[in-house]
């Protein structure tokens, strides 16, 4: 018989009033709720990065080519199992349908559009992808960034070196409401200008982007971004980023 101790709910990060299904929706594939119960674990994911520079995509017309660094993860292998039991609790009593390696590759698509959303300031366009208490907090604190570190934060798609799950949870509350969240971190490279002193122990890289002329200099970044989706019955199926952290941009 699996843990079925029902526990309170700690402080959470989000908002989770009713509201229109929410445009994460195209990025992490919604699914149907069950009623069955588990306590909560909290797994921390112990990584090691090995960074390479590998040659790809040559331009024969215009004689352009690109390199890319490669981002190569080494988890402890005690919390890769413990994950892998929260995935199992996850398929068997919230999402018989449940993959990792999705939604993985889903929340990346979601970490890079609202990255850049985030760093053009235009937080009215997440409403519906950020919990509101969140997005009011992110207003102030971008406020006082300066263009260089705003320019940081944005994450296109093809920089997102490495992404890898960081935390698991499954929360009940004293009203009987449930909750899963899944803590995911991107490492992704950027060409914006930082001060040395402001990003102490990133990694930066001269990559060489044309054929000719010096290489362009780019860090590799971390961030955090946490989903969260309640799924009692009858509350839309949506998945909500709670907490965003852009290491010494946006703690």
């Known amino acids: 018989m699996l843990l079925e101790e029902k ?56 004689g352009k080519q690109n390199q890319k660094v490669v981002v190569v993860g080494i988890p402890n292998p005690f919390i890769w199992f413990r994950t892998r039991i929260y995935y199992f609790l996850i398929r068997v009593y919230f999402d018989k349908e449940f993959k990792i390696e999705e939604f993985t590759e889903g929340s990346k698509q979601a970490f890079s559009h609202v990255s850049r959303l985030l760093s053009g300031s235009r937080f009215e366009s997440l409403e519906g ?8 907090k992110l207003e ?22 490495y992404t890898t799950p960081g935390d698991v949870g499954i929360y009940y509350d004293d009203d009987g409401r449930k909750f899963v969240s899944i803590l995911m971190r991107y490492w992704y490279l ?58 010494k941009l946006l703690d």
């Open 190 to 247: 950027t060409s914006a200008r930082l001060p040395e002193e402001s990003l102490e122990g990133t990694r930066i890289f001269q990559v060489a982007i044309g054929g000719e002329g010096a290489p362009e200099t780019k860090r590799l970044l971390t961030a955090n971004y946490e989903f969260q989706r309640e799924f009692t019955k009858g509350v839309p199926p949506d998945w909500t980023i709670t907490r965003i952290e852009h290491s």
């Open 140 to 161: 102030e604190k971008c406020a006082l960034l300066p263009p260089s570190h705003l320019q940081a934060l944005s994450a296109d798609l093809e920089d997102v070196m």
């Open 7 to 62: 526990m309170a709910l700690p402080v959470l990060r989000g908002c989770y009033c009713s509201r229109p299904p929410s445009v994460l929706s195209r990025f992490l594939k919604p699914v149907q709720p069950q009623s069955n119960k588990t306590t909560r674990l909290v797994p921390t994911l112990s990584v090691g990065v090995v960074s390479t520079v590998r040659p790809y995509s040559s331009d024969r017309g215009g």
């Open 129 to 136: 992808l950020v919990a509101k208490d969140l997005i009011a």
